[in-house]
């Protein structure tokens, strides 16, 4: 990315698991599966692959050693959407402190962008996370993002409550 680019981050969150408008593919299509021990390459891969084109580069310098500390954290767990057998997506939950849930990383490779998946998804982690008891489930997206990441948050059940902007780039001491 050259140059600086300002980025506008949006902070969404639900307050009731009534509020999830789920959205499923039908039964066989896609499969949701809980990542135990997970390899620290398979995580590398999916947070690459994911976030290739959207500017996702908090988490490539980490070394092997904040990778398994990550995945070890008893508050944190991954679960990656297997679409015929092939990796399509992830997500990652975090529990905080006060008592909220974060859906902290989201999102589908390429391939399997355009497919209703990301809807499928985002309502299989939203059920997850609200599976925990928490006070309120919440993520963030920012302009760097899928343009359709805000909509579906948004129909899925979502309410904004924070936005925040920031510059990217060479001018702006953040990489």
């Not at 290739?52 to 070394?63: E, F, G, I, M, Q």
């Not at 006070?135 to 909509?151: E, I």
């Amino acid at each position: 990315m050259a140059g600086r680019t300002e980025v506008t981050r949006t902070y969404l969150e639900m307050t009731s698991p009534a509020e999830l408008s789920a959205v499923t593919v039908p039964e066989g299509e896609a499969a949701v599966v809980r990542v135990h021990d997970c390899p620290v390459s398979f995580f590398r891969y999916l947070y690459a692959a994911v976030g290739a084109n959207y500017h996702w580069v908090d988490r490539l310098p980490w070394t092997d050693e904040q990778v398994r500390a990550r995945i070890a954290d008893p508050r944190v767990s991954l679960h990656v959407l297997y679409v015929k057998g092939a990796p399509g997506g992830y997500f990652e939950l975090g529990q905080h402190p006060d008592g909220s849930c974060e859906i902290a990383y989201f999102g589908l490779l390429p391939e399997f962008l355009g497919r209703g998946l990301g809807k499928h998804l985002l309502s299989i982690a939203v059920q997850t996370a609200w599976s925990a008891r928490p006070a309120r489930v919440w993520l963030h997206t920012c302009t760097l993002d899928d343009p359709a990441a805000l909509p579906n948050y948004v129909r899925r059940g979502f309410r904004p409550f924070k936005t925040e902007t920031y510059w990217i780039g060479a001018d702006s001491g953040t990489v």
